[in-house]
């Protein structure tokens, strides 16, 4: 048990190794955030390279080169001269934030009074030359969500200006119960473009009309009422009795006119010379005295069987035309239409001496 008032004294090696491992961990942090002699070298031989790949004209490569070099060790010169080269490939937006960090830099205490009398105005040239895209959604719009070349941007930005770099872009807005929109856009520098996006609401999610009353339903229901009362089974069967009917009422009149016409051959063959009033069955076709004689009796005997046949497909046509409208007759009177006893309104009125009866058909 310690004695009241007993403190512990700090041995003085305990204390020389709690300074000496201060001094090794302060020694690496400053070595680790202090490059080396040769990584100085490096970062400036990659500088001059991408010098010169700049004065060729390839950007590209020049601003990875710049990028080795700022891993190496970043100063305001790499980022400013990084901005430049991002802005000729068209990233306006980052050599926008390479500005912005080369003037961090500057702020925070690195000398570099050559970037700084440049580092403004080349600033200010390049918002001019940023375009901006406002997208608008439909304001009933719910859950509207919006993607810029496959990134997600916050829905806030929605009706808000958004700078992006100039060139193609692919706009795609979705909400719910609607139809995704999509817009494929050239922006140029410079640009502001305003989107309207057409969000169309798909078919389920449309609302069902409300059901007509009063004389709107009358109207509503009066295309049904025609739909009802258009050809059925009865109505189908009735069109073809009516067609056979005609039909043979055509043909019955066709070949009666036919015979008729015939009729007119035969008896001007009979009082033609050759035969002179002979019926073409007596003896003098039955034994034709000469050649003439002969072929008179075959044109004569040949009328007769034409007018013959004629007469019995007349006959055969009319019977058709008499059992079709039979048919036709009967359907109609023992099939009704279901719409006749609707259509039909019958009145008993009495009166003296008897009753009368009135209806509408």
């Keep these: ?9 700090a041995s003085p090696r305990a204390g020389r190794c ?44 020049a601003a990875a080169k710049l ?32 500005y912005d960090r080369a003037d961090a830099l500057i702020r925070e205490g690195f000398a570099a009074p050559d970037v700084g009398a440049l580092l403004e105005p080349a600033r200010v040239a390049l ?20 993607t810029i070349d496959g990134e997600m941007i916050a829905t806030e930005q929605l009706g808000s200006p958004m700078k992006l770099d100039p060139g193609n872009h692919t706009i795609i807005v979705s909400a719910a119960s609607r139809a995704p929109f999509r817009l494929e856009l050239t922006l140029k520098e410079g640009e502001d473009r305003v989107v309207e996006a057409q969000l169309s609401p798909t078919l389920a999610s449309r609302p069902a ?50 015979v008729n016409s015939r009729s007119d051959r035969i008896a001007q ?52 035309a008499g059992v079709g409208a039979a048919s036709l007759v009967t359907t109609w009177l023992a099939w009704p239409s279901p719409h006749a006893k609707e259509a039909a309104r019958v009145q008993m009125i009495p009166v003296i001496g008897g009753a009368v009866v009135r209806g509408a058909f």
Excluded: Y
Aim: glycine letters at 8%; a neutral charge; charged letters at 25%.
């Design 1 to 9: 048990m310690r004695p009241p008032g007993w403190t512990r004294r």
């Design 18 to 61: 709690r300074c000496i491992a201060l001094a090794a961990f302060l020694h690496a942090v400053v070595a680790h955030a202090e490059p080396s002699s040769g990584d100085i070298a490096s970062a400036r031989r990659l500088f001059s390279e991408a010098a010169a790949l700049r004065q060729a004209g390839q950007w590209s490569d």
């Design 67 to 98: 990028r080795e070099a700022i891993a190496i060790k970043e100063t305001p010169g790499l980022r400013f001269h990084l901005a430049h080269c991002e802005e000729q490939v068209g990233h306006l937006l980052e050599a926008r934030d390479d």
């Design 127 to 146: 918002r001019e030359r940023i375009p901006t895209l406002v997208v608008r959604a439909p304001s009933d719009a719910r859950a509207v969500g919006l």
């Design 209 to 258: 009309l409300p059901a007509p009353q009063g004389a709107a339903a009358a109207r509503h229901d009066a295309p049904q009422s025609a739909e009802k009362r258009g050809f059925g089974l009865r109505e189908s069967i009735l069109v073809a009795e009516g067609v056979v009917t005609a039909a043979g009422i055509g043909l019955g009149v066709a070949f009666l006119l036919q």
């Design 269 to 320: 063959l009979n009082n033609s010379p050759p035969l002179d009033g002979t019926s073409g069955s007596d003896s003098t076709c039955a034994m034709p005295t000469s050649d003439r004689v002969a072929a008179a009796c075959g044109e004569l005997r040949q009328a007769i069987i034409d007018r013959n046949d004629d007469r019995v497909f007349a006959i055969t046509g009319l019977v058709v």
